[in-house]
């Protein structure tokens, strides 16, 4: 199995994150400064919320990764994304930097067109030979980088 790490664009990674660190400080703040004891607690389990949750999104940056398994290509982004794809049904490979939401962590992308109407898009660290890798195995591949 050859694995393919992704790659994690900063741009993208240290806003997200300053937001939800920014989140979890403001609702400490308002829980610490708090006189109502309900109030104050009730602050404090949304700033664990907010912890949990940008630990998760840590994990999946993290933890996005391709990976070419004979005739598959599995994408896997943290522990809620896992897709497994036949490289015989892949029709074309695009270069892309759309916004949408993707099991990509970098907005240095690759739009995967297989089957007749599905899509995925990833970001591999080693663009050049993630696509020669699914070549070797599918020459009928259309590449436009």
Known sequence: MQKYKAKI???LFIPLAA??????LHLAFIAINELDTTASVVGWVFALLMLLLSACFIHMFL???YAIDGDKLI???GVLYNNEITIPS???IKKTRTFISAPATSLDRLEILYNRFDS???S???KQGFIAALIK??????VIV
């Open 120 to 122: 995925v898009i990833v």
């Open 63 to 65: 933890a996005t990764y």
């Open 124 to 126: 591999p660290k080693d």
């Open 75 to 77: 994408v896997r982004s």
């Open 9 to 11: 664009d900063l741009l």
């Open 90 to 92: 892949i029709r074309k």
């Open 19 to 24: 937001i939800m660190l920014g989140s979890i």
């Open 137 to 142: 195995l599918n020459p009928e591949i259309e």
